[in-house]
């Protein structure tokens, strides 16, 4: 009799809160349990009972589908020994189309691409007629960016799968990746018309794209910056090498701004602020990081600055000019996140034509469950710069930058508007009561935005709070 699963995990951490693997097991039989538990607790730290349960469910001849999704939830923990194993049971089996998809995708996750290419081909020749094996080899070299070659390949897919209508949509994704806007609207545009649950599910996205290609039609001869500003940890080096590479891709040059850390700051510093207001070193670190910016926008008087942290992703080519964005009147600070712009939610037909937004026009269509707004995208004017430099001199640091900056940006008016009780108002009106009713500040937003955030690597400065005693 073949021993249980459970049996080869050993005995749970003594401080671990509810259920052992035996009583998951025993209640559940799922592998996908199994899978969530190895990935939220301790016994991640014991890889050879992970290999233990995955090489035995693979030898008692188990379910295809659940042998692949233990396989697929600890991939990272396996050698190449034991998924050359699982692949050879894959083969042996017989196994359905859905299997070979799943086999790439652990390689993919395990980092080789020409190998998950070779396992979606090996499905390929066994079911040629099959659209998601086509579409798992089309789209794998997009995950390492190489949108071009994966745009080719979906978008060939058409001659042999004249009927289907969902590569469309991952055309127009990889067309919109690549900035070229006028395709994107095109593919997406046939994928919306030829099918009612395409329009109903993907009717906003072409919105959406349909705005940025007419903002990319936008074009103002005057440059105001040649180069934007990144500010990045020196500790960030992943995060920075990503930023930086979408940033050239998207056709402008960068210049990096060290942002202060927390390390550094005087203890008392940081400790008369956190009793006294109750910052934290990571908020204190961000704002000063900000600061030495708009210092820098005033001793070299530049009439404009772009700044971006080192979690900015382009969804578009970024400008080299306020007019290239349509901005026609003076301002102090803009917004050029989507987390200040509207809501994917809340996109309808009326804006498929690109806009500049105030403060009020923007706040009611974000969620009101939104608990930051993010300084991953900002243009800052002279006189704005001069003006945010004379309100920290006043105030001091009250919080995170973003909240400050809004709370300057906003009247009594724009917070009775968010619904009462909402964690949006919520944390705005805290940082109300701390500065004037009026508006100090006149900030603007855009759609479609320029900038979103990537969160596939972890900031240094999440570590800092704890590291600073």
């Not at 259920?19 to 939220?40: G, M, P, W, Y």
């Not at 009713?437 to 800092?464: G, N, Y």
Request: hydrophobic share 45%; charged share 25%.
């Amino acid at each position: 009799m073949a021993t249980s699963p459970a049996n080869l995990l050993g005995d749970p951490p003594a401080d671990s809160a509810h259920d052992t693997f035996d009583e998951i097991l025993a209640q559940r039989h799922d592998v996908k349990v199994f899978v969530n538990a190895v990935r939220s607790r301790d016994w991640r730290r014991k890889p050879d009972s992970i290999l233990a349960f995955t090489r035995q469910l693979m030898n008692a001849g188990g379910p295809i589908d659940r042998l692949l999704e233990c396989v697929f939830g600890v991939a990272s923990d396996l050698g190449d020994g034991m998924l050359e194993e699982a692949f050879r049971i894959v083969v042996a089996r017989n196994a359905s189309p859905a299997a070979w998809r799943s086999c790439g995708a652990v390689e993919l996750r395990a980092g080789g691409l020409q190998a998950a290419e070779a396992r979606f081909k090996q499905g390929i020749l066994r079911f040629p007629d099959d659209f998601w094996l086509h579409m798992a080899f089309a789209t794998a070299p997009a995950s390492v960016g190489d949108y071009e070659t994966a745009f080719c390949r979906v978008a060939a897919l058409t001659g042999g799968f004249p009927d289907r209508h969902e590569h469309l949509i991952r055309a127009a994704e990889y067309a919109a990746r690549l900035y070229n806007w006028h395709i994107a609207v095109g593919l997406l545009t046939k994928a919306v018309n030829a099918d009612e649950r395409m329009a109903r599910l993907f009717g906003s996205r072409l919105t959406y794209y349909q705005a940025c290609k007419a903002a990319q039609e936008t074009r103002s001869e005057k440059a105001d910056w040649d180069s934007c500003f990144i500010i990045s940890l020196d500790t960030d080096t992943d995060r920075f090498a990503s930023t930086k590479a979408r940033v050239e891709r998207a056709g402008l040059g960068m210049t990096k701004v060290r942002a202060v850390p927390a390390v550094t700051l005087p203890h008392l510093l940081t400790d008369h602020a956190s009793r006294n207001r109750g910052l934290k070193p990571s908020m204190i670190g961000c704002a000063a990081s900000h600061l030495a910016i708009l210092e820098t926008v005033v001793a070299k008087k530049l009439p404009f600055a772009l700044v971006l942290e080192d979690d900015a992703v382009p969804l578009r080519e970024l400008p080299r000019s306020v007019g290239s964005l349509g901005i026609r009147e003076d301002f102090d600070v803009c917004w050029i996140n989507d987390r200040m712009s509207v809501h994917w939610d809340r996109v309808g037909a009326e804006h498929a034509a690109p806009a500049v937004l105030t403060v009020s026009q923007v706040l009611p269509q974000r969620p009101d469950s939104q608990r930051g707004i993010g300084t991953d995208g900002l243009i800052y004017s002279l006189a704005g710069a001069r003006r945010i430099l004379d309100l920290y001199a006043r105030d001091g640091i009250l919080g995170h930058i973003d909240w400050q900056l809004l709370a300057y940006s906003t009247r009594a008016a724009d917070l009775a508007a968010l619904k009462q009780g909402s964690t949006l108002h919520a944390i705005l009106s805290r940082y109300k009561k701390a500065v004037p009713d009026d508006a100090e500040l006149k900030a603007l937003a855009i759609w479609p935005p320029l900038i979103t955030e990537d969160r596939t690597f972890d900031s240094s400065r999440h570590r800092e709070d704890s590291s600073v005693q």
